[in-house]
C-alpha cells in the first residue's frame, strides 16, 4: 500500500504543475488576464421628439344662423356656398307690424318731449308742481326705451353674417314662417383649420403652446399641412388620461373641410443630447450603471436616464462626450477589471 502511494503522489504534482502553465496568470485582483470586449463612445446627437395623433378639423367660426323674432320670410339675399363679409344682409323677414309699432312710439314719444317742455317752462312760475315735473320726465324716459325696443325688433328683422365666412346649404325659403329654433343656413369661417385632437398624459411635457405641428389627409396623401398649436386644455380626460390639445392651420385654398380627420405629426427639436447604446446600461435593483473604458481598465459608474429611443438611451448625468463604454461583455467584468478592446466581428468569431 505504501508504495503505491508514493508512486501516485508526485505523478499528481505533476499533472498540477502542468494545469498551472496553461492557465494565465492571475492579476492581483484573482480576475485572471484582461476580459475582450466591445465599445462604443458616447456621442451628442441632435433629438427630435414625435407624437402621431388622430385630430379632427373644425372650422375657426362656425354658427347655424337662426331667427331672433318668430315672422315671415320676406327676402333671401345669398347663394348657397357664398363667401360673405361681416356685416352682409343675408334674410330680411316682413317687418309691416313692427315698423308700425315703431311709428306709434316714436309719436308717443313726440308727444311726451313736447309735454314735458311745455312744463318746463311754467316750473319757473311755480304753475306746476316739481313732483308732476318729475313724472313728465319720467314718461319721456319710458317712451324713449318703448322706441329703443321697436327699432330693436325692427333691427332682428335683418339678419346680418356675423363675421365673413362661406354660407352652407339653404334650409327655408321666401315666405316661409320661422322662429327661433329654424335653421335658416350655417356659415363657417375656414380661411384657417382648428385641429382637435388628444395627446397621451405621458407626452404632457413635450406639447406645449407655439408649438409646429404636421398634418397629413388621407384624401391628400401627397400634401402636408403645417400648423402651429394654439392651447392646450387645462384638464385631462379622467378616463383615456389624455388631454384636449388644439392647433391652427391655414387653409388659404379652402381644400380642407370640418369634420375631416387628420393624422397629426408633432415635433419638439430638443437639441443635441447624450446618447449611449441601450445594450451598454447594466441594471441593479432600481440604479443604473455603465462601464467606462479608461487605461485599459473598466470603471464602474451609475448613470441618470433620461428617454429611450430605438437602440439608443439618453444620459442626463454620469457620462460625458467621447468616453467610451462597454457595449459588449459586461457580464465579464467588475469595477477596475482590465479589459481589451476588440471589434464586434473578433467578438463573435470569439
Given at each position: 500500500?505504501?508504495?503505491?502511494?508514493?508512486?501516485?503522489?508526485?505523478?499528481?504534482?505533476?499533472?498540477?504543475?502542468?494545469?498551472?502553465?496553461?492557465?494565465?496568470?492571475?492579476?492581483?485582483?484573482?480576475?485572471?488576464?484582461?476580459?475582450?470586449?466591445?465599445?462604443?463612445?458616447?456621442?451628442?446627437?441632435?433629438?427630435?421628439?414625435?407624437?402621431?395623433?388622430?385630430?379632427?378639423?373644425?372650422?375657426?367660426?362656425?354658427?347655424?344662423?337662426?331667427?331672433?323674432?318668430?315672422?315671415?320670410?320676406?327676402?333671401?339675399?345669398?347663394?348657397?356656398?357664398?363667401?360673405?363679409?361681416?356685416?352682409?344682409?343675408?334674410?330680411?323677414?316682413e317687418n309691416n307690424?313692427?315698423?308700425?309699432?315703431?311709428?306709434?312710439?316714436?309719436?308717443?314719444?313726440?308727444?311726451?318731449?313736447?309735454?314735458?317742455?311745455?312744463?318746463?317752462?311754467?316750473?319757473?312760475?311755480?304753475?306746476?308742481?316739481?313732483?308732476?315735473?318729475?313724472?313728465?320726465?319720467?314718461?319721456?324716459?319710458?317712451?324713449?326705451?318703448?322706441?329703443?325696443?321697436?327699432?330693436?325688433?325692427?333691427?332682428?328683422?335683418?339678419?346680418?353674417?356675423?363675421?365673413?365666412?362661406?354660407?352652407?346649404?339653404?334650409?327655408?325659403?321666401?315666405?316661409?314662417?320661422?322662429?327661433?329654433?329654424?335653421?335658416?343656413?350655417?356659415?363657417?369661417?375656414?380661411?384657417?383649420?382648428?385641429?382637435?385632437?388628444?395627446?397621451?398624459?405621458?407626452?404632457?411635457?413635450?406639447?406645449?403652446?407655439?408649438?409646429?405641428?404636421?398634418?397629413?389627409?388621407?384624401?391628400?396623401?401627397?400634401?402636408?399641412?403645417?400648423?402651429?398649436?394654439?392651447?392646450?386644455?387645462?384638464?385631462?380626460?379622467?378616463?383615456?388620461?389624455?388631454?384636449?390639445?388644439?392647433?391652427?392651420?391655414?387653409?388659404?385654398?379652402?381644400?380642407?373641410?370640418?369634420?375631416?380627420?387628420?393624422?397629426?405629426?408633432?415635433?419638439?427639436?430638443?437639441?443635441?443630447?447624450?446618447?449611449?447604446?441601450?445594450?451598454?446600461?447594466?441594471?441593479?435593483?432600481?440604479?443604473?450603471?455603465?462601464?467606462?473604458?479608461k487605461d485599459g481598465?473598466?470603471?464602474?459608474?451609475?448613470?441618470?436616464?433620461?428617454?429611450?429611443?430605438?437602440?439608443?438611451?439618453?444620459?442626463?448625468?454620469?457620462?460625458?462626450?467621447?468616453?467610451?463604454?462597454?457595449?459588449?461583455?459586461?457580464?465579464?467584468?467588475?469595477?477596475?477589471?482590465?479589459?481589451?478592446?476588440?471589434?464586434?466581428?473578433?467578438?463573435?468569431?470569439?
Amino acid at each position: 500500500m505504501s508504495s503505491n502511494f508514493r508512486l501516485v503522489f508526485p505523478l499528481l504534482l505533476l499533472a498540477l504543475a502542468a494545469c498551472s502553465e496553461d492557465q494565465p496568470a492571475s492579476t492581483p485582483d484573482g480576475w485572471g488576464a484582461a476580459a475582450k470586449v466591445v465599445t462604443a463612445q458616447v456621442e451628442l446627437r441632435p433629438m427630435i421628439d414625435e407624437i402621431e395623433a388622430l385630430g379632427t378639423a373644425r372650422a375657426n367660426e362656425s354658427i347655424e344662423i337662426r331667427p331672433r323674432i318668430a315672422s315671415l320670410i320676406d327676402r333671401v339675399n345669398f347663394k348657397e356656398g357664398q363667401t360673405v363679409r361681416k356685416g352682409d344682409l343675408l334674410i330680411e323677414l316682413e317687418n309691416n307690424e313692427i315698423v308700425a309699432g315703431l311709428a306709434v312710439a316714436e309719436a308717443a314719444l313726440s308727444e311726451s318731449r313736447s309735454i314735458y317742455r311745455r312744463s318746463k317752462s311754467l316750473a319757473s312760475s311755480k304753475a306746476i308742481s316739481a313732483s308732476n315735473l318729475e313724472q313728465l320726465l319720467a314718461q319721456v324716459q319710458v317712451d324713449e326705451a318703448q322706441v329703443e325696443a321697436a327699432r330693436a325688433r325692427l333691427a332682428n328683422t335683418r339678419i346680418l353674417a356675423p363675421f365673413e365666412g362661406r354660407v352652407g346649404l339653404r334650409r327655408v325659403s321666401p315666405g316661409s314662417f320661422v322662429n327661433t329654433s329654424t335653421v335658416i343656413t350655417t356659415l363657417d369661417d375656414v380661411s384657417q383649420i382648428k385641429l382637435d385632437f388628444s395627446v397621451p398624459e405621458t407626452f404632457l411635457t413635450v406639447v406645449r403652446e407655439g408649438m409646429d405641428i404636421i398634418a397629413h389627409s388621407l384624401v391628400f396623401p401627397d400634401r402636408e399641412f403645417l400648423g402651429k398649436v394654439s392651447s392646450v386644455d387645462t384638464r385631462l380626460d379622467p378616463v383615456s388620461r389624455s388631454v384636449q390639445v388644439r392647433a391652427l392651420i391655414p387653409n388659404t385654398e379652402g381644400i380642407l373641410k370640418p369634420g375631416m380627420f387628420l393624422t397629426v405629426d408633432l415635433q419638439r427639436d430638443r437639441g443635441d443630447v447624450l446618447i449611449a447604446p441601450e445594450q451598454a446600461i447594466v441594471p441593479e435593483g432600481t440604479r443604473q450603471f455603465v462601464y467606462v473604458v479608461k487605461d485599459g481598465k473598466a470603471e464602474k459608474r451609475p448613470v441618470t436616464l433620461g428617454r429611450r429611443v430605438p437602440g439608443f438611451v439618453t444620459i442626463e448625468e454620469g457620462l460625458e462626450v467621447g468616453e467610451e463604454i462597454v457595449t459588449e461583455g459586461t457580464h465579464k467584468i467588475r469595477d477596475g477589471s482590465g479589459v481589451e478592446t476588440i471589434v464586434p466581428a473578433q467578438a463573435a468569431s470569439g
